[in-house]
């Protein structure tokens, strides 16, 4: 797989705690499925609407949504794991069907596929904002009695220009766990061999469609975007991001794993010039190594015949050390090392390019780069008082022990993201005290003492 951004150096901000899905709060309800294909075994009820092949009704949007040029204030939520715009579509496309679909099935796939949410096999959640939409499968299982996996995947769209799918898109797919490909009415057997699961978009005129994969088989194999025997577990833990806004019926190159939340980095440069040092500027900051960027994107052609072109931009002074591109099954990436130097601090832009090569559109996939000396605020090992506090076990799974040594004031602890949020505080700390760490994602964290709400001392710890 691709890695969007991995960063070395012991200065550098961890990406693996970012995620693409969105926890289902109290912000969500039930989707409200109350239309059947036909038999009352399709309609579903409350609380929570658990059915085989139902829609809901038309469902306002209070923001227009652009799709292939057109604009939609409604949508159809579907139990299959699509929604669309013209009319429910109640049931999943069969062996006697072929993309793109015909009239009136104009769809969001992000897994078109024949789910059965009867006897407590999933349950479909949204939520509406004043900009976006989200919708999430939870756990669905598949049409059949041989039924062993579920799904669990996320569709967001939003009016193009919320920040919660960045950079002018209007569409993101998520998926956190992916375990079965094809129902049972669909031919399949334990969850696979059917008819192909399809993820993408139908303008719904019997022409134009954009297929990111269809997928029919277990195992992590990924042949490409227009081959049918992909396998579903290549799924786990990507997402793609697109814009269906066009006019031409070119929809650019899909984004593959943009994880807006982890697109702002925070550095520490480093110094090693002869100038510099002979300006008294260390020669690393901190005496550690220098860090190395490496800003990944990969860039997937959904439309028959396309293809791209990779390319990047970085306005203003930044040491762009190498640049990298490949092509395999239609997936181009690029990726680009950064080493910065002292006089690099500074915030910069780096985009990551695909262009059609044919219609020229474009998809852009922005970081922006802080390169700071304040390196404290970034999890940078820098000097503190000795023995102000011990943090144990190291990694650690539940609970993290935080022990102050001589620290006589009033002493509490916070515990930093990568990010810098805050994700756990204190009360005062007398003696030993135990922070629960277990619902935190796993990755690197930073832990900083306080005495007297000063900050005294700051330890990088790893949650596994």
């Known amino acids: 797989m691709i890695t ?3 960063v070395t150096g012991v200065n550098a901000q961890s990406f693996n705690t970012c995620k693409c899905q969105l926890p289902i709060d109290n912000s969500f309800q039930v989707v409200p499925m109350t239309l059947g294909a036909g038999p009352d075994t399709d309609i579903a009820v409350p609380p929570l609407y658990q059915n085989d092949n139902a829609t809901t009704p038309a469902m306002a949007l209070p923001f227009n949504f652009c799709f292939y040029g057109q ?22 496309i069969d062996s006697t069907q072929s993309l793109p679909l015909g009239h009136d099935t104009m769809l ?124 579903v577990d290549w799924l786990d833990f990507t997402s793609f991001t697109l814009n269906s806004c066009v006019n031409n019926n070119v929809i ?81 990436s690029i990726t680009v090392t950064i080493i910065p130097a002292f006089g690099d601090t500074g915030t910069h832009i780096v985009s990551l390019i695909a262009t059609d090569t044919v219609n020229h559109v474009q998809s852009t996939l922005s970081y922006t780069i802080v390169v700071t000396n304040d ?10 008082p000795k023995n102000s506090f011990v943090v144990y076990p190291n990694p650690v799974s539940k609970y993290l022990t935080i022990q102050p040594v001589d620290a006589p004031g009033i002493v509490t602890a916070k515990i930093y993201g990568v990010l810098g949020t805050e994700v756990i505080s204190t009360g005062n700390i007398t003696g030993k005290y135990n922070a629960d760490v277990s619902h935190l994602p796993r990755g690197m964290y930073f832990v900083q003492l306080l005495n007297d709400g000063e900050p005294v001392s700051v330890k990088k710890i790893v949650i596994e």
């Open 108 to 231: 969001i796939a992000p897994f078109y596929a024949d789910a059965n949410t009867f006897y407590n096999r999933g349950v479909v959640y949204y939520k509406i904002t004043p900009t976006y939409m989200v919708v999430i499968w939870d756990s669905v299982r598949f049409a059949g009695t041989d039924v062993d996996g579920w799904n669990y995947f996320q569709l967001i769209i939003s009016n193009g220009t919320d920040p919660i799918i960045p950079d002018g898109n209007n569409i993101s797919f998520c998926y956190p766990v992916m375990q079965w490909a094809c129902s049972e009415t669909s031919g399949g057997f334990s969850g696979y061999g059917g008819t192909p699961a399809f993820v993408g978009l139908n303008k719904g005129d019997g022409i134009n469609y954009a297929q990111i994969s269809r997928f029919s088989l277990g195992g992590n194999y990924f042949f490409g975007p227009f081959n049918t025997h992909n396998g």
């Open 252 to 332: 650019p190159p899909v984004i593959y794993n943009n994880r807006s939340a982890c697109n702002t980095l925070y550095i520490c440069p480093c110094d090693t010039t002869p100038t510099e040092h002979a300006l008294g500027a260390p020669d690393s900051l901190f005496s550690h190594h220098c860090d190395t960027v490496r800003l990944s994107a990969a860039f997937l052609c959904a439309q028959q015949g396309q293809n791209a072109t990779v390319s990047y931009t970085s306005p203003g002074q930044l040491n762009i050390f190498s640049v990298d591109t490949s092509t395999v099954n239609l997936m181009d």
């Open 71 to 92: 604009s939609f204030d409604s949508v159809f939520i579907s139990n299959n794991g699509i929604i669309s715009f013209l009319k429910p579509i109640h049931t999943f």
């Open 375 to 384: 390196c404290i605020t970034v999890g940078v090992d820098a000097p503190q």
């Open 4 to 6: 969007l951004a991995p």
